[in-house]
Antibody, heavy 123, light 106 residues
Framework: QLQLQESGPRLVKPSEPLSLTCSVS??????????WGWIRQPPGKGLEWIGS???????YYNPSLKSRITIFGDTSKNEVSLKLSSVTAADTAVYYC???????????????WGQGTLVTVSS | SYDLTQPPSVSVSPGQTASITCSGD??????TRWYQQKPGQSPVLVIY???KRPSGIPERFSGSNSGNTATLTISGTQAMDEADYYC?????????FGGGTKLTVL
Protein backbone atom coordinates (compact mmCIF):
# COMPACT_ATOMS: atom_id res chain seq x y z
CA GLN A 1 0.00 0.00 0.00
CA LEU A 2 1.43 3.34 -1.05
CA GLN A 3 2.08 5.73 1.83
CA LEU A 4 3.15 9.36 1.72
CA GLN A 5 4.53 11.36 4.63
CA GLU A 6 5.26 15.09 4.60
CA SER A 7 7.95 16.59 6.80
CA GLY A 8 9.65 19.92 7.28
CA PRO A 9 9.70 23.04 9.45
CA ARG A 10 6.35 24.01 10.93
CA LEU A 11 7.26 27.67 11.28
CA VAL A 12 8.87 29.82 8.60
CA LYS A 13 9.71 33.52 8.77
CA PRO A 14 8.34 35.91 6.16
CA SER A 15 10.54 36.33 3.07
CA GLU A 16 12.36 33.06 3.81
CA PRO A 17 11.97 29.87 1.76
CA LEU A 18 9.64 27.05 2.74
CA SER A 19 11.04 23.55 2.22
CA LEU A 20 9.07 20.34 2.61
CA THR A 21 9.79 16.72 1.84
CA CYS A 22 7.40 13.93 0.95
CA SER A 23 8.71 10.47 1.82
CA VAL A 24 7.13 7.73 -0.24
CA SER A 25 6.90 4.11 0.87
CA UNK A 26 5.26 1.13 -0.75
CA UNK A 27 6.25 2.30 -4.21
CA UNK A 28 8.98 4.09 -6.13
CA UNK A 29 8.81 7.74 -7.17
CA UNK A 30 10.43 6.70 -10.44
CA UNK A 31 7.76 4.13 -11.28
CA UNK A 32 6.36 4.72 -14.72
CA UNK A 33 2.87 6.14 -14.53
CA UNK A 34 3.28 7.82 -11.17
CA UNK A 35 3.22 11.56 -10.67
CA TRP A 36 3.72 13.37 -7.40
CA GLY A 37 1.84 16.51 -6.55
CA TRP A 38 1.78 19.14 -3.84
CA ILE A 39 -1.51 20.67 -2.74
CA ARG A 40 -2.10 23.19 0.01
CA GLN A 41 -5.06 24.27 2.10
CA PRO A 42 -5.07 27.50 4.12
CA PRO A 43 -6.81 27.11 7.48
CA GLY A 44 -10.57 26.97 6.97
CA LYS A 45 -10.26 27.32 3.20
CA GLY A 46 -10.21 25.20 0.08
CA LEU A 47 -7.59 23.24 -1.80
CA GLU A 48 -4.99 24.70 -4.15
CA TRP A 49 -2.71 22.71 -6.42
CA ILE A 50 0.89 23.88 -6.20
CA GLY A 51 2.58 21.65 -8.75
CA SER A 52 3.61 18.14 -9.70
CA UNK A 53 6.59 16.08 -10.71
CA UNK A 54 6.59 13.11 -13.03
CA UNK A 55 8.32 9.77 -12.46
CA UNK A 56 11.07 11.00 -14.80
CA UNK A 57 11.55 14.32 -13.01
CA UNK A 58 9.59 16.62 -15.31
CA UNK A 59 7.76 19.35 -13.44
CA TYR A 60 4.42 21.10 -13.85
CA TYR A 61 3.57 24.16 -11.83
CA ASN A 62 0.50 26.23 -11.01
CA PRO A 63 0.95 29.39 -13.12
CA SER A 64 -0.04 31.56 -10.16
CA LEU A 65 2.87 30.21 -8.09
CA LYS A 66 5.30 29.23 -10.81
CA SER A 67 7.84 31.98 -10.15
CA ARG A 68 8.33 30.83 -6.55
CA ILE A 69 8.14 27.01 -6.81
CA THR A 70 10.68 24.29 -7.24
CA ILE A 71 9.73 20.61 -7.05
CA PHE A 72 12.39 17.94 -7.30
CA GLY A 73 12.96 14.32 -6.44
CA ASP A 74 15.64 12.21 -4.77
CA THR A 75 15.36 8.67 -6.07
CA SER A 76 17.99 7.38 -3.63
CA LYS A 77 15.76 8.41 -0.74
CA ASN A 78 12.47 7.94 -2.58
CA GLU A 79 11.47 11.48 -1.70
CA VAL A 80 9.83 14.39 -3.48
CA SER A 81 10.57 17.88 -2.22
CA LEU A 82 8.93 21.28 -2.48
CA LYS A 83 10.62 24.62 -2.16
CA LEU A 84 8.55 27.80 -2.07
CA SER A 85 10.52 31.02 -2.02
CA SER A 86 9.79 34.39 -0.41
CA VAL A 87 6.88 33.28 1.71
CA THR A 88 4.29 35.57 3.25
CA ALA A 89 1.47 35.01 5.71
CA ALA A 90 -0.70 34.05 2.74
CA ASP A 91 1.39 30.91 2.36
CA THR A 92 0.29 29.63 5.77
CA ALA A 93 -1.48 26.36 5.03
CA VAL A 94 -1.59 22.62 5.45
CA TYR A 95 0.64 21.23 2.73
CA TYR A 96 -0.19 17.82 1.29
CA CYS A 97 1.71 15.61 -1.07
CA UNK A 98 -0.36 13.29 -3.22
CA UNK A 99 0.05 10.87 -6.08
CA UNK A 100 -1.74 11.03 -9.40
CA UNK A 101 -1.54 8.43 -12.14
CA UNK A 102 -1.17 10.75 -15.09
CA UNK A 103 -1.18 14.22 -16.58
CA UNK A 104 -3.97 14.05 -19.08
CA UNK A 105 -7.43 15.16 -18.09
CA UNK A 106 -8.50 11.53 -17.80
CA UNK A 107 -5.77 10.69 -15.28
CA UNK A 108 -5.14 13.84 -13.27
CA UNK A 109 -6.76 12.77 -10.02
CA UNK A 110 -5.12 12.38 -6.62
CA UNK A 111 -5.60 8.86 -5.34
CA UNK A 112 -3.10 8.70 -2.49
CA TRP A 113 -2.54 11.54 -0.03
CA GLY A 114 -0.17 12.21 2.83
CA GLN A 115 -1.55 13.30 6.18
CA GLY A 116 -0.49 16.87 5.56
CA THR A 117 1.67 19.24 7.55
CA LEU A 118 0.71 22.69 8.79
CA VAL A 119 3.23 25.37 7.95
CA THR A 120 2.82 28.76 9.58
CA VAL A 121 4.52 31.84 8.20
CA SER A 122 5.20 34.25 11.02
CA SER A 123 8.02 36.27 12.49
CA SER B 1 -8.36 31.32 -15.05
CA TYR B 2 -10.89 28.53 -14.91
CA ASP B 3 -13.33 28.58 -12.03
CA LEU B 4 -15.39 25.81 -10.48
CA THR B 5 -18.38 26.89 -8.41
CA GLN B 6 -19.91 24.80 -5.64
CA PRO B 7 -22.68 25.68 -3.18
CA PRO B 8 -21.15 26.44 0.21
CA SER B 9 -23.46 24.07 2.01
CA VAL B 10 -25.97 21.30 1.45
CA SER B 11 -28.16 19.65 4.06
CA VAL B 12 -29.76 16.23 3.88
CA SER B 13 -31.68 13.95 6.19
CA PRO B 14 -30.27 10.51 6.96
CA GLY B 15 -31.32 7.96 4.38
CA GLN B 16 -32.15 10.60 1.79
CA THR B 17 -30.26 11.51 -1.38
CA ALA B 18 -27.75 14.35 -1.34
CA SER B 19 -26.73 16.13 -4.52
CA ILE B 20 -23.72 18.43 -4.67
CA THR B 21 -23.13 20.41 -7.84
CA CYS B 22 -20.00 21.81 -9.42
CA SER B 23 -20.32 24.33 -12.22
CA GLY B 24 -17.76 25.47 -14.75
CA ASP B 25 -17.65 26.59 -18.35
CA UNK B 26 -18.05 23.51 -20.58
CA UNK B 27 -17.20 21.30 -17.60
CA UNK B 28 -18.95 18.40 -19.29
CA UNK B 29 -16.23 18.37 -21.94
CA UNK B 30 -13.61 17.33 -19.43
CA UNK B 31 -13.45 14.96 -16.47
CA THR B 32 -14.50 15.83 -12.95
CA ARG B 33 -13.22 14.29 -9.73
CA TRP B 34 -14.67 14.51 -6.25
CA TYR B 35 -12.94 14.39 -2.88
CA GLN B 36 -14.36 13.97 0.60
CA GLN B 37 -12.60 15.66 3.49
CA LYS B 38 -13.55 15.17 7.12
CA PRO B 39 -12.32 17.56 9.82
CA GLY B 40 -8.63 17.17 10.52
CA GLN B 41 -8.17 14.57 7.80
CA SER B 42 -6.68 14.47 4.33
CA PRO B 43 -8.98 14.49 1.32
CA VAL B 44 -10.14 11.13 0.00
CA LEU B 45 -10.92 10.51 -3.66
CA VAL B 46 -14.53 9.31 -3.98
CA ILE B 47 -15.18 9.78 -7.72
CA TYR B 48 -12.83 10.07 -10.70
CA UNK B 49 -13.40 10.27 -14.45
CA UNK B 50 -16.86 11.73 -13.73
CA UNK B 51 -18.46 8.56 -12.42
CA LYS B 52 -15.90 5.95 -11.39
CA ARG B 53 -15.49 4.88 -7.78
CA PRO B 54 -12.08 3.95 -6.39
CA SER B 55 -11.79 0.66 -4.58
CA GLY B 56 -13.32 0.87 -1.12
CA ILE B 57 -15.73 3.71 -1.87
CA PRO B 58 -19.34 2.70 -1.17
CA GLU B 59 -21.75 2.28 -4.06
CA ARG B 60 -23.98 5.02 -2.65
CA PHE B 61 -21.50 7.54 -4.11
CA SER B 62 -22.04 8.30 -7.79
CA GLY B 63 -21.21 11.07 -10.20
CA SER B 64 -22.38 12.61 -13.44
CA ASN B 65 -21.15 15.39 -15.69
CA SER B 66 -22.89 17.15 -18.55
CA GLY B 67 -23.01 20.60 -20.03
CA ASN B 68 -21.61 23.02 -17.47
CA THR B 69 -22.40 21.02 -14.36
CA ALA B 70 -21.03 17.97 -12.60
CA THR B 71 -22.98 16.38 -9.78
CA LEU B 72 -21.95 14.17 -6.91
CA THR B 73 -24.87 12.12 -5.64
CA ILE B 74 -24.93 10.27 -2.35
CA SER B 75 -27.84 7.87 -2.10
CA GLY B 76 -29.05 6.73 1.31
CA THR B 77 -26.84 9.32 3.00
CA GLN B 78 -25.36 8.25 6.30
CA ALA B 79 -24.13 10.29 9.22
CA MET B 80 -20.58 9.26 8.34
CA ASP B 81 -20.93 11.08 5.01
CA GLU B 82 -20.99 14.46 6.75
CA ALA B 83 -17.89 16.20 5.40
CA ASP B 84 -16.59 18.81 3.00
CA TYR B 85 -16.66 17.81 -0.66
CA TYR B 86 -14.46 19.29 -3.37
CA CYS B 87 -14.72 18.91 -7.11
CA UNK B 88 -11.61 19.07 -9.27
CA UNK B 89 -10.94 19.48 -12.97
CA UNK B 90 -7.97 19.90 -15.28
CA UNK B 91 -7.92 22.91 -17.56
CA UNK B 92 -5.16 24.42 -19.66
CA UNK B 93 -2.45 22.44 -17.88
CA UNK B 94 -3.69 23.51 -14.47
CA UNK B 95 -5.48 21.65 -11.73
CA UNK B 96 -8.53 23.53 -10.48
CA PHE B 97 -10.52 22.80 -7.33
CA GLY B 98 -13.98 24.02 -6.49
CA GLY B 99 -14.43 26.02 -3.32
CA GLY B 100 -15.93 23.09 -1.45
CA THR B 101 -19.37 22.17 -0.14
CA LYS B 102 -20.08 21.35 3.47
CA LEU B 103 -22.54 18.46 3.61
CA THR B 104 -24.56 18.37 6.79
CA VAL B 105 -26.55 15.26 7.66
CA LEU B 106 -29.35 16.15 10.06
Amino acid sequence: QLQLQESGPRLVKPSEPLSLTCSVSGGSISSSGSYWGWIRQPPGKGLEWIGSMSHSGSTYYNPSLKSRITIFGDTSKNEVSLKLSSVTAADTAVYYCARHPGLAAVAFYFDYWGQGTLVTVSS
Amino acid sequence: SYDLTQPPSVSVSPGQTASITCSGDKLGQTYTRWYQQKPGQSPVLVIYQDNKRPSGIPERFSGSNSGNTATLTISGTQAMDEADYYCQAWDSSTVVFGGGTKLTVL
